[in-house]
C-alpha cells in the first residue's frame, strides 16, 4: 500500500513539458463558445487591474499589462488548472515596489530622470529573470512541498499586512498626494502621509470616494459584472470633463498621461544580461517574490479545483508560472507573473471550461490595450486608488482571521507577528520572517513526540496503561506517535531514563510502530540507551520497526548492537504481532538471566 502511494505521488509531481497538446486533442466549439464568453469578462477586468498594480508597483503602466498578457498566456497553457489566471498580483505588486525602492534608495541615491527609470527597468528585468529561473527549479526539483511549513497563519498574517500597506500607499493617490520620501516602512509611511495632510487635492479625494462608492455598489448589485471597467470608464470621463473645465482653477485631478504615459505603448524584446553585482543584491528579494508567486498560484488553484473538483498538479503550476516569468524577462518592462484571485474566480463563475480560456484572455487584454490605448491614458489616479482599496478588502477574510485567534495561541501569535513584521520591516524581510515564525510553531510541535505506554490484557489486546498505577511491571512497553528527529532526542531520553530507575523494570520494549524514518541523533541516542540499560543487567527490544527504519537501524549499526533477535519488524496485517513477539522474547531473557543468577548463586 505504502509503495502504491509513493507510485502515485511520484505520478503528480512529474512535469509534462506540453499539457496543452493532449488538450488541443479533446477541444470542441461547445468549449471554445464558453471559453470566449469567460475569456471576454477576465479581460476586462484584468485592464484596469493591471494598471492599478502598475501604478501599485511605481512602475510603467506596461509592466503590469505584460504580466497579465503573457501570464496568462503561457501559466495557462503550462499548468494544470483549467481555470487559474495569472499575472500581477496585489502582493507581488507591493513586494515589487518595496524591493526596487529600497535598492534605488541605497545603491543608486544619485540617480534621477530617464538614468533613474532605466536603472529600475533594468532591475526589473534581472529580478523578473531570477524569479522564473528560481520557479523552474523549484518546480523541476520539487521543492515547492517546502512551502507545506508555511502556515495558513502565516499567509493570513502576511496579505492582511500587504493589505494595510497597500491602503497608506493608495492613500496618498487617492487624497492627491505626492510623497517625495523614501521609507521602507508602512508605519513611516503613514506617518509622513498625516504630516503632508493639509495638501490634500479636495477635487482627487471626492472623486476617489465615489470611485469606491461606485465599486461596492456595482460588486453588491452585479457580482458577475466587470465592476472596475465600468467604474473607470464612468470616472475617466467625468474627469476628462471636469479637468478641461479646471484648468482655468489652477486645479486638476491627476490621470495616467500626467506620469509621461502618452506614446502608444510598444514591445521591446532584450536579452536579460548577467552581473553577478546585482545578483548578490536581487537574490534574496527575488526569492521572496518566486516563493510568494508559488504560494498564491498553488493556494488559488487549489481553492478553485475545490469548486470544480478537478486535480491540481502542483508542480504542474509552479512550472508554468516559472515558465511565465522567464519568458516575461525578455520584455522590457514587465512585472512578475503570479495568481490572481479575483480574475481566477470570475474566470470560473462566468463558466471557463478549458486552459485556454486564460490564453484568450491574454489575447484580448493584448488587442484592447494596443488597440484604445488613446483611452486608456486618460484613467484617473485616483480611480485606480479605489480599485486597489476596495480590492485589498477582499483579500482577507474576516472570518478566516476570527479563526486563527480561536484556534489557539500559537496561530495568534504567528498570524500578529508576521503583519506586524509588514508594517514595520519591507515586505520581502516581512515574508521571511513569517516562514521563520511558522517553521519555528511547527518544530516545536514536532518536537513533542507522544510517549504512550502499552500492555496486553487479559483479551490479548494491546491497550493503552497509566504508567502511575501500574508501575511494578517487570516489562514496560513504550510507544512513540510522531517523528523520531533530533529536537524530539531529550524529551524521549529524559522520559526513558526515568523509567530505567525503577528497581523493578528489567526490559524496556520501544513500539515504533507507524514511523517511518529516525535521524543520526535518535539512532544515537538508542545506542547509549542499550549500552545503559547493559551496565544496569537490564534489556532494550525494539518492535513495530518498519523496513524504512529497519535500512537505517542496519546502516547506522543498531542492529548489530543490540543484536536480530531484538527488532522486531511490523506487519500491516497484524500490527500487534510484532509487539507479542517482542513481549515473548523479553519472558525468555528474564527467564534466562533469573536461572542464571540461580547458577552463580550456587
Not at 506586524?420 to 515586505?427: N, W
Request: charged content about 15%; hydrophobic content about 55%; aromatic content about 12%.
Amino acid at each position: 500500500m505504502r509503495k502504491k502511494l509513493i507510485d502515485i505521488y511520484a505520478v503528480q509531481t512529474r512535469i509534462i513539458f506540453f499539457p496543452f497538446i493532449k488538450a488541443i486533442k479533446r477541444y470542441k466549439l461547445k468549449l471554445f463558445k464558453d471559453d470566449i464568453l469567460a475569456a471576454v469578462s477576465v479581460a476586462l477586468l484584468a485592464i484596469p487591474q493591471a494598471i492599478a498594480y502598475s501604478l501599485l508597483a511605481d512602475l510603467p503602466v506596461l509592466a503590469g499589462i505584460f504580466s497579465a498578457i503573457f501570464g496568462s498566456i503561457f501559466t495557462g497553457a503550462f499548468g494544470s488548472s483549467k481555470h487559474l489566471i495569472a499575472g500581477p498580483s496585489t502582493g507581488v505588486a507591493i513586494l515589487i515596489q518595496m524591493i526596487i525602492a529600497n535598492i534605488m534608495f541605497v545603491h543608486f541615491p544619485e540617480a534621477i530622470g530617464d538614468q533613474k527609470e532605466m536603472i529600475v527597468l533594468n532591475l526589473l528585468m534581472f529580478l523578473v529573470f531570477i524569479v522564473g529561473v528560481i520557479q523552474l527549479a523549484f518546480g523541476f526539483f520539487n521543492l515547492g512541498k517546502l512551502l507545506q511549513f508555511v502556515s495558513r497563519s502565516v499567509i493570513l498574517g502576511y496579505f492582511a499586512g500587504v493589505g494595510v500597506v497597500i491602503i497608506i500607499n493608495q492613500l496618498y493617490y487617492l487624497f492627491g498626494l505626492s510623497s517625495s520620501t523614501f521609507s521602507p516602512s508602512a508605519v513611516m509611511k503613514a506617518y509622513f502621509f498625516i504630516l503632508h495632510i493639509a495638501e490634500i487635492n479636495i477635487i482627487s479625494l471626492i472623486i476617489g470616494l465615489l470611485s469606491i462608492a461606485i465599486l461596492i455598489l456595482l460588486k453588491w448589485k452585479y457580482k458577475k459584472f466587470p465592476s472596475a471597467l465600468v467604474m473607470v470608464v464612468a470616472i475617466s470621463v467625468l474627469v476628462y470633463f471636469l479637468n478641461f473645465y479646471l484648468k482655468t482653477h489652477d486645479l486638476k485631478v491627476p490621470v495616467l498621461v500626467d506620469l509621461g504615459m502618452t506614446k502608444v505603448p510598444r514591445v521591446k524584446l532584450v536579452l536579460p544580461f548577467l552581473d553577478f553585482k546585482l545578483l548578490y543584491i536581487l537574490f534574496f528579494p527575488a526569492l521572496a517574490v518566486a516563493l510568494l508567486s508559488i504560494l498564491e498560484v498553488s493556494s488559488i488553484s487549489k481553492g478553485i479545483a475545490t469548486k470544480s473538483g478537478q486535480k491540481i498538479r502542483s508542480n504542474q503550476e509552479v512550472f508554468g508560472v516559472g515558465l511565465s516569468n522567464l519568458i516575461l524577462s525578455f520584455f522590457y518592462s514587465a512585472m512578475p507573473s503570479s495568481a490572481s484571485i479575483s480574475r481566477t474566480t470570475l474566470n470560473y463563475q462566468v463558466g471557463a471550461k478549458t486552459r485556454f480560456a486564460a490564453i484568450y484572455s491574454g489575447v484580448i487584454i493584448a488587442f484592447l490595450i494596443f488597440f484604445f490605448w488613446p483611452f486608456v491614458k486618460h484613467v484617473p489616479l485616483t480611480a485606480l486608488a479605489a480599485i486597489l482599496i476596495v480590492m485589498v478588502l477582499s483579500v482577507v477574510e474576516i472570518r478566516h482571521v476570527k479563526l486563527c485567534f480561536r484556534a489557539g495561541i500559537g496561530d495568534a501569535v504567528v498570524f500578529s507577528l508576521t503583519m506586524a513584521s509588514c508594517l514595520v520591516f519591507r515586505l520581502d524581510v516581512a515574508f521571511f520572517i513569517g516562514i521563520i515564525i511558522s517553521i519555528v510553531f511547527y518544530l516545536r510541535r514536532a518536537a513533542v513526540p507522544n510517549l504512550i505506554e502499552y500492555a496486553f490484557d487479559k483479551e490479548g489486546k494491546l491497550s493503552v496503561v497509566t504508567p502511575k498505577r501500574e508501575n511494578h511491571r517487570k516489562i514496560r512497553i513504550i510507544g512513540i506517535a510522531g517523528e523520531l528527529f533530533f529536537a524530539a532526542v531529550d524529551l524521549v531520553q529524559n522520559t526513558l531514563q526515568k523509567m530505567i530507575k525503577e528497581k523493578d523494570i528489567k526490559v524496556i520494549i520501544l513500539r515504533l510502530q507507524n514511523i517511518y524514518h529516525v535521524d543520526a541523533s535518535i539512532c544515537l541516542s538508542i545506542l547509549r540507551l542499550n549500552d545503559y540499560l547493559k551496565s544496569k543487567n537490564k534489556y532494550l527490544l525494539i518492535c513495530g520497526v518498519t523496513q524504512e527504519v529497519s535500512h537505517i537501524f542496519i546502516k547506522t549499526g543498531i542492529v548489530k548492537q543490540l543484536g536480530k533477535d531484538k527488532i522486531f519488524l511490523t506487519h500491516e496485517a497484524k500490527p500487534q504481532l510484532s509487539t507479542k513477539h517482542a513481549i515473548k522474547r523479553a519472558e525468555e531473557l528474564i527467564s534466562k538471566n533469573s536461572a542464571n543468577k540461580k547458577t552463580t548463586s550456587k
